[in-house]
């Protein structure tokens, strides 16, 4: 290796993902494994993403991390382990323009530099740690030349945040559980692309939460040890329910999808409940747009909207066509509205053509739409909207200019 100061990076980009099977419980805490299969969906990164930098030179003494701009601590067990299993799966690399020449032995001497910045709040139950925990392996997989497919990548994510290991796929995925105790057959598979059932609409409702919540690494400990519902639902009802949303993905059958997506959320949360302490998640914002959607879907007779929440209040709500998207928010922002110094632009983010369309500047809402969310008079409090939909996977960015880290001194920019 020559000892010239040269740096050599990556830069991707990576979604997160919605779980509309829920991972609740680990059987083992150190390599996260989970208690049963869970399946989710992948937000549309334009949207919703992590990008993260990666760095490596000869002139770095000592691996540092930045994320959203802040340096940040390597020290915890799950980037240790991260960076551990992707550095002993390094191979050589050779960059002949930059007469770099890398060999695999040198990747355990080698120092890294990572910055990582999330295109939405971190730490506010959007799973920040799904994209981000996926960026961080996918990009050093990248720069190390690592010769491995994304299931064998997605079981190192795992073992930064369990849900990571689903973001390494774009559409419909997959984490089998596994048998294994090494872990090895506890991958994520895309069951189906991006593409596969794209006329789905996720509108995301961001409700302010006062309280602090419980963490889903200890809220789903607490919840192994002490709920024998979890114990219930990990070994009679999940693997049934697993093998139906397979079939409802399979056959873009929203009415099945639906049911399965509310059901299983619905059970997540009464797994909380039933744990002791109990743990609460949602709260009456959540609840209200549970009653506004459960009625719409009544209305209509047939289901158009799922929803589902993960450890927090926020809802996911996935709209069976963008006619029903468009009506949808309509009728959210009839119901939760903007506070009179908000303006729209910053009050529903993300696909912006879906609020154009809803014809939001001003004006009333439609009788039918009144009619479908019922009488909604309680006032709730919803900081703001993101219009999504299902996305792809990882993606090597190619544009230097995205780099987080400067290409001469691989500091953040
Ligand atoms: N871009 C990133 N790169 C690496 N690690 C990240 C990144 N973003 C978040 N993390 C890690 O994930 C942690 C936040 O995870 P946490 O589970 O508390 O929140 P969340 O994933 O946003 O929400 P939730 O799990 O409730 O959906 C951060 O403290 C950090 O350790
Ligand atoms: C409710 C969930 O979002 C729980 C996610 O848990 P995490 O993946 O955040 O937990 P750790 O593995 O401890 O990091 C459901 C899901 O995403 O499947």
């Excluded at 994304?150 to 290991?165: D, F, M, V």
Aim: charged share 25%; hydrophobic share 35%.
């Amino acid at each position: 290796m020559a000892e010239e100061k040269w740096v050599l990076m990556v830069t991707a980009q990576t979604p997160t993902n919605i779980a509309v099977i829920k991972y609740w419980g680990k059987r083992d805490e150190v390599r996260i494994l989970p208690i049963n299969d869970s399946i989710s969906v992948t937000l549309d990164p334009d949207h919703l993403c992590t990008l993260t930098t990666v760095a490596v030179s000869p002139s770095f003494d000592r691996d540092r991390m930045w994320l959203n701009g802040k340096e940040i601590s390597l020290s915890g067990s799950r980037y240790q382990n991260c960076l551990r299993e992707i550095r002993s799966r390094g191979d050589d690399v050779e960059d002949k323009a930059k007469g770099i020449k890398i060999a695999k032995k040198d990747w355990e001497k080698l120092h890294l530099h990572i910055a990582s910045y999330n295109n939405f709040p971190t730490a506010a139950g959007l799973a920040s740690s799904a994209a981000g925990f996926a960026c961080l392996v996918f990009s050093l997989a990248k720069l190390m030349n690592v010769n491995e497919d994304q299931s064998q990548l997605s079981a190192i994510a795992r073992q930064g945040s369990g849900s990571a290991c689903r973001s390494l796929f774009g559409g419909f995925v997959k984490w089998n559980m596994g048998v294994k105790e090494d872990g090895s057959d506890s991958v994520a598979v895309q069951l189906a692309d991006e593409k596969h059932w794209d006329d789905l609409v996720i509108i995301i409702a961001v409700v302010s939460s006062r309280e602090k919540e419980t963490s889903s690494t200890s809220g789903m400990r607490e919840s192994v040890e002490t709920s024998l519902l979890l114990k219930h639902r990990a070994e009679e009802v999940v693997p049934r329910r697993i093998s139906e949303m397979e079939e409802a993905i399979k056959n873009r059958d929203f009415t099945s999808f639906t049911k399965l997506t509310c059901t299983d959320s619905n059970q997540f949360h009464a797994v909380c409940m039933d744990t002791s302490p109990p743990i609460f998640y949602m709260n009456d914002t959540s609840h209200r747009i549970i009653s506004l959607v459960e009625k719409w879907n009544r209305s209509v007779g047939t289901p158009e909207i799922a929803y589902t929440f993960d450890a927090g209040p926020n809802a996911v709500l996935i709209a069976k066509s963008r006619k029903v998207a468009v009506e949808l928010l309509q009728g959210l922002l009839y119901c939760f509205p903007p506070k009179p110094d908000t303006d729209m632009k910053s009050y529903v983010l993300g696909d912006k053509s879906i609020v154009k369309e809803a014809g939001l500047e001003g004006g009333d809402v439609p009788q039918e739409i009144k009619d479908k969310i019922g009488n909604q008079d309680q006032k709730g409090e919803v900081s703001y909207f993101i219009c999504s939909r299902p996305g792809k996977g990882p993606v090597v960015l190619q544009d230097q200019t995205q780099a987080l880290l400067n290409p001469q001194t691989g500091l953040p920019k």
